[in-house]
């Protein structure tokens, strides 16, 4: 039996290393060429949802604020915060007529936080394009020219992608990359770029550029009022009514820290498996066994090996350290396109146990009746993924 367990882990590894090439080779890096504007240069509007971000959201309008695109406004809507986010973007605003600050109403029945912040935010917004982004991303001065240029001669109707993720603490310098190494090897970003028919993307809440009038076609984010992963359920959405939707490197014009410490790390990726495990519990073991199988088993198996009071593989080591040499290979190549810290590449089985163990966590929560927390808000397991 080990010898049809350890072929079909090494099979499934080269299937990725393969996935992830392709998906390398496809992903444009937005701001890697000039391309070309509309003649008319339409109006965008850039929607900020803002909750408890006193920290961020002055650092955000500053880059937004220095954008080498000449037609465009900024609308920050104070989503109930408790501190003094809407008082630092009043400051800021005083100082720029383009910027407007919003202030939000109170969360109705049947809407999920962010959806309804970015409903009230559309409603308000004039331009012909929408830049949905979140308070604490920084943008590079050609971020808005280099987004409409590459969905004008792409014929998209959306541009989401990843952006560049800043590692500060260890815990960071763990846990984030190995969700983007997850995220490259597993999904098949290329088939999405090269199809000429709608296929759902990967659509990430830190930046959603799309067209209003396709964005109002489909309902907005009323369409996923109820959804904790509203990002990802518009862009099936969109999908889903013909809209052509884009994923780009984001890496070079958009920045962010996504969690500042591992208790927001925790309930950052509880959040999103508490959503999966919604989906249904065989589904969610599913996941759960084949990314612990094809990313952590290899080097438990390579220790256990080397120790002198666990069982030895003997012949079948060779191929153990092959698959070991496999993944490492492939969080490296990760690691040099996203610029994170190299010398952090052989603690990806740590990483990706901390996703997973967050994600148990998070299915036990919803499976007793628990909820999880994101921005002072409780979501019950009545809640939609």
């Known amino acids: 039996m080990w010898h049809i367990y350890l072929g079909a882990i090494t099979l499934g590894l080269s299937a990725l290393l393969i996935n992830l090439l392709l998906n390398l080779r496809a992903l444009h890096r937005l701001g890697s060429d000039k391309g070309s504007l509309p003649e008319d240069l339409p109006l965008i ?20 604020r220095q954008q080498d695109y000449p037609n465009y406004e900024i609308l920050v809507l ?55 982004t979140d308070a604490d991303t920084i943008h590079a001065p050609a971020m808005l020219r280099s987004a409409l240029a590459y969905a004008h001669e792409n014929n998209l109707s959306l541009i989401s992608g990843l952006p560049l993720q800043k590692t500060v603490s260890f815990s960071q310098r763990v846990v984030v990359p190995a969700m983007y190494f997850i995220i490259l090897c597993c999904m ?29 076609d489909v309902g907005g984010h009323e369409a996923v009022r109820s959804r904790i992963l509203e990002d990802i359920w518009l862009g099936f959405t969109m999908a889903r009514r013909g809209k052509r939707l884009g994923v780009v490197d984001l890496s070079g014009m958009v920045s962010c820290r996504m969690y500042e410490g591992v208790g927001d790390l925790w309930e950052g990726f509880g959040k999103f498996a508490y959503s999966i495990a ?34 030895n593989f003997g012949d079948w080591f060779a191929i153990i350290v092959a698959q ?8 490296i190549l990760v690691d040099r396109r996203f610029s994170y810290k190299r ?3 052989v603690s990806l089985p740590a990483g990706v146990l901390f996703l997973l163990a967050s994600g148990v966590w998070a299915w036990k929560r919803r499976h007793t009746g628990g909820g999880v927390s994101w921005k002072s808000r409780t979501y019950k397991p009545d809640t939609k993924v």
């Open 278 to 311: 919604s989906l249904g519990t065989w589904l969610f073991v599913l996941i759960a066994l084949g990314v612990m199988g094809l990313f952590v088993t290899p080097f438990i198996l390579m220790a256990s090996h080397l120790s002198p009071w666990l069982p």
């Open 45 to 64: 509007s850039v929607l900020i949802p803002a909750r408890n971000e006193e920290e961020d959201i002055v650092p955000c309008l500053e880059s937004l």
């Open 78 to 132: 104070d989503d109930n915060s408790t501190d003094r986010t809407a008082e630092r973007v009043a400051e800021v605003a005083a100082a720029d007529p383009r910027i407007r600050l919003l202030r939000g109403q109170s969360l109705p029945q049947g809407w999920a936080g962010k959806p309804y912040a970015c409903h009230q935010l559309a409603a308000e917004a004039r331009g012909s394009w929408l830049l949905f």
């Open 343 to 345: 010398r952090y590449f």
């Open 188 to 216: 098949p970003l290329w088939w999405v770029q090269g199809s000429r028919r709608p296929k759902p993307g990967l659509v990430i809440g830190q930046f959603i550029f799309v067209s209003a009038a396709d964005y109002h």
């Open 324 to 331: 070991v040499v496999l993944i490492l290979v492939m969080r």
